[in-house]
Each structure stands twice: as structure tokens, then as C-alpha cells.
């Protein structure tokens, strides 16, 4: 009985913790998305 409720605790953090890791990764691929837009906009600035 306790065993499962170990596992069951763990299970609930690990999900956490791949929700956390989607999360971070999400937001992280959108600032590089607007860092390359930026960086791209910029190089054809300078260009002109």
C-alpha cells in the first residue's frame, strides 16, 4: 500500500515536471523565433 502511494506521488511529479519542460521549451522556440525575425530584419536593413 505505501509503495503505491509512492509511486503514485512520483507519477504525479513527473508529469509536473513534463509539463514544466513543455512549457520552457515552448517559450524558449518562440524567443527564438522572434530573436532570428529580429536579427533578420535587421541584416535587411542594413542591406538597404
Not at 500500500?1 to 515552448?26: C, D, F, I, P, Y
Request: aromatic share 2%; net charge positive.
Amino acid at each position: 500500500m505505501e509503495q503505491l502511494k509512492v509511486n503514485g506521488k512520483h507519477s504525479a511529479v513527473s508529469r509536473e515536471l513534463l509539463a514544466h519542460a513543455a512549457r520552457t521549451a515552448v517559450s524558449h522556440s518562440r524567443s527564438v523565433a522572434k530573436a532570428n525575425a529580429t536579427g533578420m530584419a535587421y541584416i535587411i536593413q542594413k542591406h538597404n
